[in-house]
């Protein structure tokens, strides 16, 4: 552990397998992980599961109030809670995934969970994933990666998750799912999907698991010499 506190950001696109990055990383170096877009996600199968439409942006920020969202410490990792019930692969599914990305978009969204991730980061070492994380929640992150890589490698890891997972879905689903959350993520107003000035780009294409871990935390261990 290093003597200081460190952040690291991890932004991209969906299925850059960023989050599976920010895991290994932080038990590289006994980092605190913070999945941003699990929170997101929960906050869109609350909206969903109360059959409100994601793009039923008065409904969802009146919802807002009844949400009781938690992030704990478990194993190095963060554990989402809504409603004291610990959320899993629920959050994961393609119709969360749409109200994820659609209530992100939200102001009033983005500050209802803004505290609670800086919170944690001010506290801890941290390695946090999302979309906006080196360009506003850890704008002060001694390290910023854009992990990206073609869309069709990015919906094949995604498709293979699915179906790992007992999910019955095509690839040529996910592949227009993915390249729709792309243009949705990049191209909006509030928190687009971009790269920090700063952010080192880094694509993993054709990358296994391994060479990304090992390829990321070259760069990272020129900035903070653990």
Same mark, same amino acid.
């Given at each position: 552990?290093?003597?200081?506190? &460190?952040?690291?950001?991890?932004? !991209?696109?969906?299925?850059?397998?960023?989050?599976?990055?920010?895991?290994?990383?932080?038990? +590289?170096? !006994?980092?605190?992980?913070?999945?941003?877009?699990?929170?997101?996600?929960?906050?869109?199968?609350?909206?969903?599961? %109360?059959?409100?439409?994601?793009?039923? #942006?008065?409904?969802?920020?009146?919802?807002?109030?009844?949400?009781? *969202?938690?992030?704990?410490?478990?194993?190095? !990792?963060?554990?989402?809670?809504?409603?004291?019930?610990?959320?899993?692969?629920?959050? %994961?599914?393609?119709?969360?995934?749409?109200?994820?990305?659609?209530?992100?978009?939200?102001?009033?969204?983005?500050? &209802?969970?803004?505290?609670?991730? +800086?919170? *944690?980061? +001010?506290?801890?070492?941290?390695?946090?994933?999302g979309r906006d994380i !080196?360009?506003?929640?850890?704008?002060?992150?001694?390290?910023?990666? &854009?992990?990206?890589?073609?869309?069709?490698? %990015?919906?094949?890891?995604?498709?293979?998750?699915?179906?790992?997972?007992?999910?019955? #879905?095509?690839?040529?689903? #996910?592949?227009?799912?993915?390249?729709?959350?792309?243009?949705?993520?990049?191209?909006?107003?509030?928190?687009?999907?971009?790269?920090?000035?700063?952010?080192?780009? &880094?694509?993993?294409?054709?990358?296994? *698991?391994?060479?990304?871990?090992?390829?990321?935390?070259?760069?990272?261990?020129?900035?903070?010499?653990?």
């Amino acid at each position: 552990m290093v003597n200081k506190t &460190f952040k690291i950001a991890l932004d !991209g696109p969906s299925g850059s397998g960023k989050s599976t990055l920010a895991k290994n990383l932080a038990k +590289r170096y !006994g980092f605190v992980y913070i999945d941003t877009g699990a929170l997101y996600r929960t906050i869109g199968l609350f909206v969903c599961e %109360r059959g409100i439409a994601s793009d039923d #942006v008065n409904g969802i920020i009146s919802c807002l109030p009844d949400i009781k *969202i938690e992030m704990k410490l478990e194993n190095g !990792g963060g554990a989402v809670y809504l409603g004291g019930k610990r959320i899993g692969n629920e959050i %994961r599914t393609p119709i969360i995934s749409k109200y994820a990305s659609d209530v992100s978009k939200i102001p009033e969204v983005r500050a &209802f969970l803004l505290e609670t991730q +800086r919170a *944690i980061a +001010r506290e801890n070492n941290v390695i946090m994933d999302g979309r906006d994380i !080196g360009t506003v929640i850890l704008p002060d992150a001694q390290v910023k990666l &854009f992990v990206t890589a073609s869309p069709e490698a %990015r919906a094949l890891r995604r498709y293979n998750e699915l179906k790992e997972r007992g999910e019955d #879905v095509s690839y040529e689903a #996910v592949l227009a799912d993915m390249q729709w959350r792309d243009a949705n993520d990049s191209g909006r107003k509030i928190a687009p999907a971009v790269p920090a000035e700063d952010a080192i780009m &880094f694509d993993n294409s054709g990358m296994s *698991i391994e060479e990304t871990v090992e390829n990321a935390a070259k760069i990272i261990d020129k900035v903070i010499n653990l």
